[in-house]
């Protein structure tokens, strides 16, 4: 079985099997779950101090945040953005 591998921003990678939602972080549910993971060691910071863009929820319970927005990691996911190897300097 072959998994796809999204580039979420700065040359960062995760397994596109694994992906359960990619939701922007402006809301108030999405940063409690964000401070949830943080407290318990399963955040996975990408952003490199950069602005969060996307919250990246995977199966095995860890979020990810991405300086990318939620679209732009669709749109990889799927395979319709042309440059996925830029760095999106938003």
Request: net charge positive.
């Amino acid at each position: 079985m072959q998994s796809k591998l999204i580039n979420i921003g700065f040359g960062n990678i995760v397994a596109g099997g694994r992906v359960v939602a990619v939701v922007k972080p402006e809301s108030s549910p999405i940063k409690r779950i964000i401070q949830e993971a943080r407290d318990t060691g399963r955040l996975v910071d990408a952003t490199y101090g950069r602005r969060t863009r996307a919250v990246i929820v995977m199966d095995s319970n860890h979020i990810v945040l991405s300086p990318v927005q939620p679209e732009t990691v669709a749109h990889r996911a799927v395979g319709k953005d042309k440059d996925t190897e830029k760095i999106d300097e938003e």
